[in-house]
């Protein structure tokens, strides 16, 4: 090779070698905004501070790449707009429980939970094992959205009552905070559902706005005092099992990530997911206990015949929910040939044991 062409050559490659060397850089400082807007308060126990862990651990995940902005309920939205915010392209994703958009479309409701219905494991089962995901995703894209499962606060407590429920005629008149169709069952039976967000309902059962209340479970309830305002708390709750929660985007963002995008954000849920349940069962007996023991807290259980009453009631919700159309129907439909499919066995397994266990060791 002549020196002159050595030289065109060698001065080729390093000019070639020195775009490469530029060029990733350019890759690596790319960023993606991503903005989160929730329906819960900030730094709020339980709910609040598992959104606000989800979004952290995305940028952690990402090493920055993925640049998070967390906007709490009220901050940038308020906390029943964050659908139509993330819906319209304002904001990328909401933390939410889905069936406060029961009033979008009845099959919301289903994603996060329904009476009688699925407990967290069961859910979970179903979402990523069965038809949920794939129900989920054909529901939230007539609406623009994506949505995937990022927590879940197991079974919750029956609410907080200013007056003792003995019969199923105590319902009626009763001003209850409680959304999605356990709020349904709850009108079936006289009481009058209200629906308020997480931030407000103290203030408004403290004034006697509202008679009663449901919200999680002694963890997160008890630093929300209700029982300030309402001495008698019920167990156990028909009307959210399992109460799973979404991390909902817009679709047209999501779609435009590349793969390694969506494997950050669906790892970093699929770990919130796990963590927030969890978190719950730890600290729940704690609570309670000192809610029972320091506040005075009475604690009460619905009678057979009241639960028999929320079964007859819920059975027509669930025929109405039906009727509205047919993905209602459908989702509907999946849900509970999933829950009866999985349920059976459970009964025999997991719930079989623990009343053995209960029994044995007299918890």
């Known amino acids: 090779m002549k020196r002159r062409d050595f030289i065109k050559t060698g001065a080729a ?141 197991g079974t919750q407590m029956g609410g907080w009552f200013n007056k003792e429920i003995e019969t199923a005629d105590d319902l009626k008149g009763l001003k209850m905070r409680i959304p999605g169709l356990g709020g349904d069952v709850m009108a079936k039976l006289g009481a009058s559902p209200v629906s308020l967000p997480g931030g407000q309902i103290y203030e408004n059962l403290v004034s006697g706005a509202i008679d009663a209340t449901e919200w999680v479970g002694p963890y997160n309830d008890y630093f929300m005092k209700f029982y300030e305002a309402a001495k008698y708390y ?72 009241i639960y028999d009453s929320f079964g007859e009631a819920a059975a027509e919700v669930f025929e109405e929910t039906r009727d509205h159309s047919p993905l209602a129907k459908k989702i509907n439909d999946n849900y509970q040939d999933a829950l009866r499919e999985m349920g059976a066995y459970l009964k025999l397994a997991e719930i079989g044991f623990s009343n053995q266990r209960n029994r044995v060791l007299d918890i």
């Open 13 to 153: 490659a390093t000019a070639a070698a020195g775009a490469t060397i530029t060029a990733a850089p350019a890759i690596g400082q790319s960023k993606t905004e991503l903005t989160v807007v929730s329906t819960w308060p900030r730094d709020f126990p339980g709910l609040g501070i598992s959104a606000q862990r989800l979004v952290e651990r995305i940028g952690e995940l990402s090493d920055g790449k993925i640049v998070t902005k967390y906007f709490a309920a009220g901050e940038r939205v308020g906390a029943f707009d964050v659908f139509d915010e993330v819906a319209a392209g304002n904001s990328q994703a909401y933390i939410a429980a889905d069936y406060y958009w029961k009033g979008k479309h009845p099959g919301f409701a289903y994603f996060t939970a329904v009476p009688f219905g699925m407990t967290n494991t069961e859910w979970n089962a179903w979402i990523k094992f069965k038809d949920g995901q794939k129900l989920w995703d054909e529901l939230s894209g007539e609406f623009g959205l994506k949505a995937l499962t990022c927590g879940g606060t």
């Open 234 to 305: 019920y167990s156990p709750g028909m009307h959210e099992p399992g109460g799973g929660l979404a991390f909902g985007m817009n679709a047209e963002w999501w779609n435009k990530r590349s793969k390694w995008e969506k494997a950050i954000i669906e790892a970093a849920c699929m770990e919130e997911n796990a963590a927030q349940p969890e978190e719950a069962v730890a600290n729940n007996g704690l609570y309670l206990a000192k809610m029972v023991e320091e506040n005075g807290v009475e604690l009460r259980s619905f009678s057979d015949e």
